[in-house]
């Protein structure tokens, strides 16, 4: 049997007789007004956050491949969206992908960080705010290159009997999507191609 789990609960009087270990996993296909555990829900991985439990130590921010959390004037702020958000438009998280940016950077790889921009989707302040963070972070100090949107793919999703899912996107957008992006990371001290 294979599943996640999101929850091991020792010591369990409650979830039948005796004493027992409770093992909760993820992707109860049930949809219970009532339900204790909306955690529960989905199979994929999901990111909760407990207030109660934070004691402000930052561990979060370091060990967050996301970097959804952020600590501003001491206090904790959850950016959740970041990570959603890149999952509901590619189908996959990017964990991987920043764990190997992170570790040919810190073996001396050289590098060019690729954003596609794309308006609308991943050019909002926050979003390059945090690939500006990101890239800050690398040990080695990398080239950033947005790679503007284009709607070439059109024509390849017909030919091949498919729907194009992108809204057309207009070139002054495109140009204002770059134009804003590199407003934001300018002055950061990194250096930012020209897509």
């Known amino acids: 049997m294979k599943g996640m789990?999101?929850?091991i609960q020792r010591f369990s009087v409650n979830d039948g007789p005796g004493i027992r270990t409770t093992v909760f996993m993820k992707g109860c296909k049930l949809r219970c007004l009532w339900c204790h555990n909306p955690e529960?829900?989905?199979p994929q991985p999901e990111l909760i956050y407990y207030e109660m439990r934070c004691i402000g130590c930052m561990r979060c921010v370091e060990v967050c491949p996301q970097r959804t959390h952020q600590f501003v004037k001491g206090r904790h702020i959850l950016k959740r969206g970041l990570c959603q958000r890149y999952k509901e438009y590619?189908?996959?998280?990017n964990d991987l992908i920043?764990?190997?940016a992170r570790g040919l950077s810190s073996n001396g790889v050289k590098m060019e960080i690729r954003v596609p921009l794309i308006p609308g989707y991943n050019d909002?302040?926050?979003s390059i705010k945090a690939i500006g963070k990101f890239v800050d972070e690398l040990t080695k100090k990398e080239k950033v290159k947005f790679v503007p949107y284009h709607h070439f793919a059109g024509s390849k999703y017909r030919q091949l009997g498919k729907t194009y899912p992108m809204e057309p996107i207009g070139m002054a957008e495109v140009e204002e999507s770059l134009r804003r992006s590199f407003?934001?990371?300018k002055g950061s001290g990194m250096e930012i191609i020209d897509g």
Do not use: A, R, Y
């Open 183 to 185: 407003q934001i990371l």
């Open 124 to 126: 909002s302040k926050d």
């Open 5 to 7: 789990v999101f929850d």
């Open 98 to 100: 920043l764990e190997n």
């Open 90 to 93: 590619t189908g996959v998280n």
């Open 40 to 42: 529960s829900f989905s």
